[in-house]
């Protein structure tokens, strides 16, 4: 547009000029040579353009002819070129497709017509044809050879780290992701294997600044880098508990003030804070985390946060747990776990049967198998309460990748993956789960009438195939003797030890909802009756 702008600016002044000449006549007088030329301004005006645009035609022509030989060859190179991108996509989208044939192919046709110092993608075909063709030495020395190279260099370490991972050298490829994550620590793949690398070996410290990294070049979003520092803070607070209180406390701080509802960042800094003997904050920092989930590590700490404390008082600081978070099972274990310290079997039997009423699990009935021990060392009912609880889903712990720890870890003994473990109930054991309606609330139940004397002392009443003459019998029978009490836990565990055994009764089969013929019978009526089949 500019130029057009500037073509009709350039004629436009040509044709004013003109008719300035044209409006003001006059000749224009040429000597040379001792010949005298006389001519109108106008012609004068004419002849000088029509001479100047001669020259620059015969400038124009004279420049191609000398740049013709390079005009030729730079034609055929860019056709060349233009080739040559042609067969390396094509390469590129058969490599992506699984066709190692078709480019193994294009990658040769490529090289011929594209210098590889030129264009470093040929490279990588060649590599990606390698590995389709099973040709894993040959790629990681392909991939080696981009490592000199410093626009390839992230693509080789790519490369060697993911031979690393199929080959199963966590080392090696810990290794490449970490000379990878220190060019660039914005690519994902580098920064988690190098972070996995870090809190593998325990360097919190670097674990913590790579994630920052992350965070400041968007790689992963704000609440998940909180997350990650509340993990790592934590785990740096476990690691110098011992060695170094101040500097555990003020890790775990920030990591309580990152993820308040983390149990074992509150717990961390809960702990760190006793330590110093600043209970009341302490205090206040389980409290927070237990009225947004229930843990029994907060349990447990905050009822011993004073370590000279009485039985009751302990008591009395599960009861305030209780009354933060009603209605919930952990709340009811550990009023019922404080109640049995103290001998109060009343408010410990009560507490874990409404805990089992809210929650059916094991530790609820391993609880209450421990509560009657103490308090009437009744065997039978201890029995029975085991039972129940191998029977009863399992409690709640932290699991991560399969692995059931009594403990929580930053990451996964299996895989090293940072914050895998979950507090949930793991998978239930093979053979399970049984209902039982036993611990329902109590509802009517029928009543099961049975046999007051031995099966064996009364005959049993068989029903006979009805025949011309016969008589039913056994229709006076007295039912009064039947009925007896039913049958109750408590009666059975009132039962002494060394009463007679009784045999039991013969179970008497159920008959099929179809009998079908009797075989005596269908013997005796086969002569008789037409058989189709």
Do not use: C
């Amino acid at each position: 547009m500019i130029r057009l702008l500037a073509f009709l600016i350039v004629v436009f002044a040509l044709g004013l000029g003109f008719a300035w000449l044209a409006d003001r006549p006059g000749d224009m007088v040429v000597t040379f040579d001792g010949y005298q030329y006389q001519v109108s301004l106008m012609v004068a005006a004419v002849a000088v353009v029509a001479v100047v645009a001669a020259v620059m035609i015969l400038w124009w022509l004279i420049r191609s002819l000398w740049n013709s030989p390079y005009t030729i060859s730079r034609y055929f190179r860019v056709r060349r070129r233009d080739r040559g991108y042609q067969a390396l996509s094509t390469g590129m989208i058969a490599a992506g497709a699984g066709d190692g044939a078709l480019a193994r192919k294009k990658t040769k046709e490529a090289a011929k017509l594209i210098r590889s110092d030129q264009e470093p993608l040929i490279h990588l075909l060649e590599a990606q044809a390698s590995l389709l063709e099973g040709d894993h030495e040959g790629a990681r020395q392909k991939f080696e050879s981009m490592l000199d190279d410093p626009e390839m260099r992230l693509l080789g370490l790519r490369g060697l780290y993911l031979e690393a991972e199929r080959l199963g050298d966590r080392n090696a490829a810990r290794h490449y992701a970490g000379r990878a994550a220190a060019v660039a620590p914005q690519l994902a793949w580098a920064a988690e294997s190098t972070l996995e690398e870090m809190t593998a070996r325990g360097d919190w410290d670097g674990a913590l600044k790579l994630v920052d990294a992350q965070k400041s070049t968007r790689q992963i979003e704000r609440d998940a880098a909180n997350r990650r520092r509340a993990v790592l803070l934590t785990a740096k607070a476990q690691s110098l508990a011992d060695s170094d209180p101040a500097a555990a406390r003020t890790a775990a701080l920030e990591a309580n003030k990152l993820q308040p509802d983390f149990a074992p960042a509150a717990v961390a800094a809960a702990a760190a804070l006793f330590k110093q003997n600043d209970v009341r904050k302490g205090s206040k920092i389980l409290e927070t985390a237990w009225r947004a989930e229930p843990h029994p590590e907060i349990a447990e700490l905050y009822t011993h946060a004073r370590p000279g404390d009485a039985v009751l008082d302990r008591l009395n600081r599960a009861k305030k747990l209780q009354e933060m978070k009603r209605n919930h099972a952990e709340s009811s274990m550990t009023v019922a776990r404080a109640a049995l310290d103290a001998q109060d079997f009343a408010t410990a039997r009560g507490e874990a049967e409404a805990a089992i009423r809210m929650d059916r699990r094991e530790g609820a009935y391993l609880l209450l198998a421990d509560i009657e021990e103490a308090e009437t060392g009744d065997q039978g009912k201890v029995r029975q309460l085991l039972s129940k609880a191998v029977r009863a889903p399992r409690d709640p712990a932290w699991v991560a990748d399969g692995v059931v720890s009594e403990r929580w870890a930053p990451v996964s003994p299996v895989t090293g993956r940072l914050d895998a473990f979950e507090w949930r109930a793991p998978m239930e054991r093979l053979g399970q789960l049984i209902d039982s309606h036993e611990d329902a609330p109590e509802t009517t139940v029928p009543v099961i009438e049975a046999l007051a004397k031995p099966a064996s002392e009364k005959p049993v009443e068989t029903i006979e195939p009805a025949t011309a003459g016969s008589e039913t019998t056994g229709t006076g029978v007295d039912r009064s003797e039947d009925h007896v009490a039913p049958i109750t836990a408590a009666g059975f565990a009132a039962v002494p030890t060394d009463a007679e055994a009784v045999e039991p009764a013969e179970e008497m089969v159920r008959l099929p909802d179809d009998p079908g013929v009797d075989p005596d019978e269908e013997a005796e009526k086969s002569p008789r009756r037409f058989r189709l089949f």
